[in-house]
């Protein structure tokens, strides 16, 4: 098999050229294809057979110990001119990052299959969807992207048709970590990967494509590529809306994705369409609307349990890769969290001694397709898209943030997406309470100038095309009493304050405008059966102007680090804030 697109076989025989692969596989995501991968692997010992009783057609792949994660700080974006990568962002010249991976590659496939591989990011027959092909010597690449894009045959005849696509070159070359590098060439549509096998460096359609590249382009063609859940809510009276939201890691946004409705609120509906990117284009109605690229769930499995998460339980149950979990004496996955079985190996293989740390790696994952989610929305493959009511930002914040709010205006949305923060826990860095900015959760993976990134939010809400955008609010579930309690109980519970944004977004409830934006009242949100006495909501609902004016500050040094570039639209809505604390403090 081959390609009639002549730019493509092109590139496909100069990386040949380059890497001297023994062999050249075109990969076409046929069931077939994908079996004779897996046995290949388990031949190898790429993959470990798990308990086919209990877990069929389960794999467990184990990593090297070095390579267990992404690598922020090998990862670069390659443009022209340095201030176009901005100070989020690592930045090399593009001929030296060229040079410099371009060595790595040379020979690096000797002995080895090069795998071809043609994949669609978002419904194949979307027109908000976009292509790419990732070239790999990894065929644990090949199975994890069949799983996590619409890979193969279909793929390729849209490629063939388009002439449009990124490309992206991979190789595990020899797993030493002082020869990786994670190489995004926007200009060019172009990513290269080398010296790790880890999902996040590898599955090049995943960050790198869907986030990375794939946020220049959508600056390029008026659209957004974002770090952001995707769900569909219906209340019982069958009003149907759909939410993107976007939070930093540890903030639960995979169990909001796929959050079970407390029995305290029967008729509710929840539907997941995504736990992790969302492209949002507005369409010729003036309305937001969105697609999730991706086809699967490359999660992090350790504290997934019934209880947390019984939807992502009870889908990873068969037809999954696992990867860096333990294993029981009758070889189930086991990772930290579950409730049940005893490890016997850790995630290297080795066996494991209780109190010897974590016999699962923290980062130890799951790759699944997304249609074995229990609540799959078969929505997510239509080719429009879903008309989005409300976007969330949140984080982890102990004190400061209100338990919900909502954003003035599309502007003022942008602003609180900016200032957007979490706070770090003892465990993590050693000291309590560090407040770290992750502008709308797109911190490391933004593929340009945060400034210039800001500015393209507000030019899209601001087009005359946008007549019909969604409102914006900021969540936090993490506020905690004096005796460091959390106050609000979530998981399910966090439906009940997605109802009151559904209300506001109907129109069905007013709400308290404060100098930060606007506030529930108590008596419409719904706390019925919860055991929270009156002070509780108080403070989860009320806002602190010396704290908030502390905020102010802080965020305005943040947005300082981003020089010129910042727009100014920006800083008079922080401006406008500050003034509304002040405003009220003397009143």
């Known amino acids: 098999m081959t390609t009639s697109n002549a730019s493509l076989k092109r590139w496909v025989d100069d990386v040949a050229r380059l890497t001297q692969p023994a062999s050249i596989h075109w990969c076409n995501g046929s069931d077939a294809e994908n079996t004779a991968l897996i046995e290949a692997m388990l031949k190898s010992g790429d993959l470990i057979k798990l308990n086919q009783d209990t877990h069929p057609n389960c794999y467990l792949h184990r990593s090297h110990p070095s390579d267990v994660a992404r690598v922020e700080h090998l990862t670069f974006v390659c443009t022209r001119n340095k201030e176009d990568a901005g100070p989020n962002n690592h930045w090399m010249d593009p001929t030296e990052a060229h040079r410099k991976i371009d060595g790595l590659f040379a020979g690096a496939m000797r002995g080895r299959t090069m795998y071809v591989i043609p994949y669609c990011m978002g419904p194949i027959d979307s027109p908000f969807a976009r292509c790419g092909v990732e070239i790999t010597d990894s065929p644990y690449v090949v199975v994890n992207m069949r799983l996590m894009t619409r890979m193969g045959d279909a793929a390729l005849t849209r490629i063939e048709r388009e002439d449009k696509y990124v490309k992206g070159l991979h190789s595990i070359g020899d797993l030493d970590p002082d020869r990786r590098f994670i190489m995004h060439f926007p200009e060019e549509l172009t990513i290269k990967s080398v010296g790790s096998g880890y999902g996040g460096n590898a599955l090049l359609g995943k960050k790198c494509h869907a986030l990375r590249i794939a946020s220049w382009q959508a600056r390029e063609e008026g659209w957004l590529a974002e770090h952001m859940l995707l769900m569909g809510l219906q209340s019982p009276e069958g009003r149907t809306h759909y939410v993107a939201a976007a939070f930093p890691s540890a903030c639960g946004k995979t169990n909001l994705a796929m959050l079970v409705p407390p029995a305290s609120m029967p008729g509710w509906k929840i539907w997941t369409l995504g736990d992790d990117i969302s492209w949002l284009h507005v369409d010729e109605q003036g309305q937001l609307r969105a697609i999730n690229p991706e086809s699967g769930y490359f999660g992090v499995v350790p504290g997934t349990n019934r209880k947390t998460n019984c939807n992502a339980y009870d889908m990873i149950q068969r037809d999954t890769i696992f990867t860096n979990v333990a294993l029981t004496a009758d070889n189930q996955p086991w990772w930290e969290g579950l409730e049940n079985g005893t490890p016997v190996l850790d995630w290297q293989g080795k066996p ?110 601001s087009g005359a095309n946008a007549s019909k955008l969604p409102k914006i609010f900021h969540v936090n579930w993490f506020r905690q009493d004096r005796n460091g309690r959390f106050m609000w109980p979530g998981f399910g519970e966090n439906l009940r304050v997605l109802r009151w944004i559904t209300d506001r977004c109907e129109g069905k409830v007013p709400a308290i405008e404060t100098p930060i934006g606007l506030l529930p009242r108590k008596q419409d949100l719904d706390i019925s059966g919860l055991d929270m006495d009156p002070s509780t909501l108080e403070t989860l609902l009320s806002i602190d102007a010396g704290a908030w004016r502390q905020e102010v500050d802080a965020i305005s040094k943040y947005l300082d680090e981003y020089g010129s570039r910042v727009p100014s639209q920006l800083r008079e809505e922080l401006k406008g804030v500050a003034k509304r604390l002040e405003a009220a403090n003397a009143a």
Request: charged content about 15%; proline content about 7%.
């Open 352 to 461: 494991y001694t209780p109190g010897n740390g974590p016999a699962a790696h923290p980062n130890s994952r799951f790759t699944v397709s997304a249609k074995q989610n229990p609540i799959y929305s078969t929505l997510a493959d239509a080719p429009e898209g879903v008309p989005i009511s409300a976007i969330l930002f949140g984080g982890r914040r102990r004190e400061v943030a209100p338990l919900v709010y909502e954003a003035r205006d599309w502007a003022h949305g942008v602003l609180v997406g900016a200032g957007m923060a979490s706070e770090t826990t003892a465990a993590a860095v050693g000291q309590m309470g560090v407040v770290r900015r992750d502008s709308m959760a797109m911190k490391p993976f933004a593929g340009y100038n945060f400034a210039d990134y800001w500015s393209h939010w507000l030019k899209l809400g």
